[in-house]
């Protein structure tokens, strides 16, 4: 649903009036009641059209908050009560929609407000621009040079305890779209005086105090301060501390806000040091010193002050020392040095601190400026903010008033122009006619000050630059002269004898009728303060400085670039920058804020009304009305005139078809208002009286009261006649529920009933058939039972012989088939390597599988070697047929049997073919050697051994000499029977030859050898080869040998130990060779 706009206006819930210009009947004495009712009703702000007067409430009222800016944010100017933020906004929307360069131009007297209003201004215009994390930090730079400016410029005065010591002038620049882009500032005079002199009641700069109080020791103990505002000339200890002043805490702030403005942390203390040092300035003392030619020269009391402000400044000190003592005038080639006396040495101090604080003040300017600058070169909207200082009328009015008061005459002046102006403009354009109002018109006392050829100014500047003896009161003297007959001139010695009675007029003073009142002007020291003189030999002492900030501040101490021109005077500078600023403001739209002070005591509540009527009068407010009112009181654009007021009319009312201004003339027609009291602009209705507003406004009230009632009427039988409709219809639908529901349970009771009965007939009928179904189902079964059983009867009639018998001998064959199936697959996988050593064999699983598990055991062993024995080579094959031989004569019947099986069965060990030695011997056998061996022949007489070869052929067994080779005995193989040897692990064994052949003529042979298995097996094999015999071989601990004629018994016993592991061989007696076997 779109938001209700509810238009409202200036004229609800109005106090008093808003607008002066209502105001009714217009005199000095409702203008003030007027003020007076609304500022007790915390109504600050009230509007002469579109100027703002605010007085100054001297507390903080919660009319500033940001719902408050949400309130007056885009809105028209008349449609809220009267606000700072209001013209705030019209200037800020006409800058940005209209592109119109605005100025707000800020006037009052002296702690009117003007400063706060202009930060409400800012505030305002930055809460409502352009957002963005860079448009926020210029926001925030330009909104932070407030209290850094405030703290160096800023003082307590009587009038005001933040007073303004300088002009203020911001630019602040804006892109097309209403983004804050930077600004610029300008500072007009600085009251410099204040540096080393306060008035009774006043103290110096805020930043001394703020300084000394919220600095830390550290930073106390660098600037060589202490704490002790009393210990230093140039602070005022009568007012040091203000009530709501918290110095110590706006130190923090000014140093936070310097640093956002963008400071640098040096940049930020070089200028703390500047301060100390203007501080510290203001301690040095001076005495007389009286010299040789009679004058007094001053010197310096205590020089531990000067020491420490030239280490602070980095000032060599016989510098600054010797230029507090001397000054030196050049003049063309000319260069003359005088000593100064006391006076002329405070002097020189005091010029050198003021000098030093108002450079230094501008160089703050300077150097803000270049921190919110605008970065840009694209076209910027501009809206400037003036803060100047208000017009001051002390009792002691000196030159820095006297120039104060000039800027604020010419401000009126350009407010008179530009109003006036206005408001003709507006009636031009308008197409209205205007007749010319009486007004005072400032520009002659603007002129008296200003003029080039005989203005005060100018006369000053004179005066400063004539050769000879000047004084304030030559000064004087010209101005009674001069100005003598000028109106708003009067001094006491003036040629014109109109004052001369005046004894409220002292000499030595001049008096101005300002526009805002009459003002004393003590001419003392008027052209010392325009001449603004600071001796040379000081700014050169300055420039000297190792200190960049000091150094930079007096480029004319520079020797190099000496000018021995005049710099130009205080108060032609002022003019001259006071013209710029008013070429300035012509160029942009005016907006006024008139700031009325309503008390002397800065206190809240009060409102003095013979103070409040003084600057009435003086601002011209009053005049200002009827300037307004002149032609018309009031004037508003035809479409909210009409939107207000339509509903006075029945044409008009509620809506009217056609352009805004007809409707206003049907509506101010019918109202029957005469047709003098208002006027048909081009797009404004213009109403000359208040009182014809008023009428408007009260028949309005009126009528929206009647407009109200009949709202009501017509909104209470509206909502009488819903809430019947309401229940009629309510009644209905009811009353349709309830027939429904009762219809529904009767068709539901129905419904039921006839389901039972339903179910009942339909189970009655379901049961029957169910029953004759059951019944033929039983006779089905029958039937098929009786026929099974016959079948089963017949078939296991028939097949009771077959299967009885077998079935159990199949299902054990099947089962035990399938058992063995499974053993042998099983078996498949766990068969062991084909090694016949492998000993390996998997466990039987089943025990009735035992023996065959056995014998295949057997099997696979016998294969697998039959599978090694293939691999065999013939020679192998001989070998292994000789080695089985061997183990079926020997094994487990002769002792020496084991350890034969490893030896490879060489036979011929001695290589007789190859030895020269054995030549002949080889030479003398023709057959083939089977066995060439080295054997002991055991001697049969006495049983020692002797070497012999031992040679077996195909036929033969020969015995030859181990070292001739000679044959000593050869017996065919056909002669020898038996071969005798024990069952003991030794190498004895006989040689039994058949009795009564040629060889048994000596009797059988007894040997010894270490291949004794291999020799009795190859003997053997040869035997059967070549005999067809098998050779007798026997075996036995005991036998008997034929030696020649005799039978031995050869006796083999066991243990013997004496020779160690061999055998040994004796002949017992004729019967008995005892072999000792170990
Ligand atoms: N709108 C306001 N709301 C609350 N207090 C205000 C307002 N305006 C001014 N004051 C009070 O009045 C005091 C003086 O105001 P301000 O400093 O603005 O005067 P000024 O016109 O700038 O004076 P000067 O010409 O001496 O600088 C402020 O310190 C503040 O206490
Ligand atoms: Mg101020």
Known sequence: MAKMEVKTSLLDNMIGVGDMVLLEPLNEETFINNLKKRFDHNEIYTYIGSVVISVNPYRSLPIYSPEKVEDYRNRNFYELSPHIFALSDEAYRSLRDQDKDQCILITGESGAGKTEASKLVMSYVAAVCGKGAEVNQVKEQLLQSNPVLEAF??????????????????????????????GVISNYLLEKSRVVKQPRGERNFHVFYQLLSGASEELLNKLKLERDFSRYNYLSLDSARVNGIDDAANFRTVRNAMQIVGFMDHEAESVLEVVAAVLKLGNIEFKPESRVNGLDESKIKDKNELKEICELTGIDQSVLERAFSFRTVEAKQEKVSTTLNVAQAYYARDALAKNLYSRLFSWLVNRINESIKAQTKVRKKVMGVLDIYGFEIFEDNSFEQFIINYCNEKLQQIFIELTLKEEQEEYIREDIEWTHIEYFNNAIICDLIENNTNGILAMLDEECLRPGTVTDETFLEKLNQVCATHQHFESRMSKCSRFLNDTSLPHSCFRIQHYAGKVLYQVEGFVDKNNDLLYRDLSQAMWKASHTLIKSLFPEGNPAKINLKRPPTAGSQFKASVATLMKNLQTKNPNYIRCIKPNDKKAAHIFNESLVCHQIRYLGLLENVRVRRAGYAFRQAYEPCLERYKMLCKQTWPHWKGPARSGVEVLFNELEIPVDEYSFGRSKIFIRNPRTLFKLEDLRKQRLEDLATLIQKIYRGWKCRTHFLLMKKSQIVIAAWYRRFAQQKKYQQTKSSALVIQSYIRGWKARKILRELKHQKRCKEAATTIAAYWHGTQVRREYRKFFRANAGKKIYEFTLQRIIQKYFLEMKNKMPSLSPIDKNWPSRPYLFLDSTHKELKRIFHLWRCKKYRDQFTDQQKLIYEEKLEASELFKDKKALYPSSVGQPFQGAYLEINKNPKYKKLKDAIEEKIIIAEVVNKINRANGKSTSRIFLLTNNNLLLADQKSGQIKSEVPLVDVTKVSMSSQNDGFFAVHLKEGSEAASKGDFLFSSDHLIEMATKLYRTTLSQTKQKLNIEISDEFLVQFRQDKVCVKFIQ????????????????????????
């Open 153 to 182: 410029g800023n003082a307590k005065t009587v009038r005001n305890d933040n007073s303004s010591r300088f002009g203020k002038y911001m630019d602040i620049e804006f892109d097309f779209k209403g983004d804050p882009l930077g």
């Open 1055 to 1078: 243990g013997n130990q004496k020779n160690g592991s061999v055998p040994t061989c004796k002949r017992k007696n004729n019967r008995l060779l005892e072999v000792a076997v170990p």
